[in-house]
């Protein structure tokens, strides 16, 4: 499952929605187990993800000058469990560097992204990025039981 994972990359490298909109499942979820950050919980969907999610998050960016997820690394593939960590290169629209390091777990089936555990310097992201901007809703706020809705996935 490497293969969708580095497809997944190349896809937010590129901006690539297409190539997106085609590895992210309908029924995707994205947890993000953080507490009281911008984002911090649980978003279901797809649509969360495409209309809210990612213009919260390259909204707040040039994308000239930066790279999100220039560069990655698969830490390991268990078949349908892949986890990787990735890394920006560039600048937040605030003028800080936003390098920002994630911790991605992925769960695939039937070749899609159904859901996606992020883990990411939220300091890093709240002060570069979101200075002050509202939190986006989660559908569910960031619980250690959230795991289940990844296992079922």
Not at 6 to 22: H, I
Not at 79 to 88: P, S
Not at 112 to 124: K, P, W
């Amino acid at each position: 499952m490497s293969l969708i994972v580095d497809q997944f990359y190349e896809a937010v490298r590129t901006s690539n929605v297409p190539v997106l909109e085609g590895l992210i499942a309908e029924s995707f979820c994205l947890i993000c187990p953080t507490q009281d950050h911008v984002l911090s919980g649980v978003y279901e969907g797809n649509h969360r993800f495409f209309e809210e999610v990612l213009p919260h998050v390259f909204g707040s960016v040039n994308p000239e000058e930066i790279t999100f997820c220039a560069s990655h690394q698969i830490v390991a593939d268990a078949g349908d469990v892949v986890m990787a960590m990735a890394q920006n290169r560039g600048l937040a629209l605030s003028g800080y560097q936003y390098d920002q390091m994630y911790l991605h777990v992925f769960k695939i089936r039937d070749g899609q992204i159904q859901a996606l555990i992020e883990g990411f310097d939220t300091a890093l992201a709240n002060h570069a990025l979101w200075n002050g901007c509202d939190p986006l809703t989660p559908d569910e706020p960031a619980a250690l039981s959230n795991l289940q809705r990844f296992a079922n996935a």
